[in-house]
């Protein structure tokens, strides 16, 4: 359970399992807190990479202790989502937008940025 909400952490998305590791796909069980070291370096990389694309709506995000998300406007709004799935409806509610990775716009600051 979680201190600071009373949730219980239950639910791992799919985003966070390794499931490129054949090892770990053939495991019949898994402890809890097994490869919680590349797990959490993984979820890192993967806030990176969401921030890179966040930026362009003025928004950002980040890991909150392993199991949920904060995504954080400038105007110092913030709203805690569970995984990166959910991610994209409350940054789109967040920054009043739909958040198109098609957008002209979009790509050519991606571009720019890379």
């Known amino acids: 359970m979680c201190v600071l909400c009373g949730e219980l952490v239950m639910h791992v998305h799919w985003?966070?399992?390794?499931?490129?590791?054949?090892?770990?796909?053939?495991?019949?069980?898994?402890?809890?807190?097994?490869?919680?070291?590349?797990?959490?370096?993984?979820?890192?990389?993967?806030?990176?990479?969401?921030?890179?694309?966040?930026?362009?709506?003025?928004l950002n995000i980040r890991d909150w202790n392993g199991s949920k998300f904060v995504i954080a406007d400038k105007k110092g709004n913030s709203k805690i989502v569970h995984d990166l799935g959910g991610m994209w409806k409350t940054a789109s509610?967040?920054?009043?937008?739909?958040?198109?990775?098609?957008?002209?716009?979009f790509l050519k600051a991606i571009q720019e940025g890379a």
């Open 15 to 58: 985003t966070d399992q390794p499931l490129h590791d054949v090892e770990y796909r053939n495991k019949t069980t898994i402890t809890a807190g097994e490869g919680q070291r590349d797990r959490r370096r993984l979820r890192i990389r993967r806030v990176a990479i969401a921030n890179k694309i966040l930026d362009y709506y003025g």
């Open 93 to 105: 509610d967040m920054c009043h937008k739909e958040m198109d990775p098609l957008d002209p716009g």
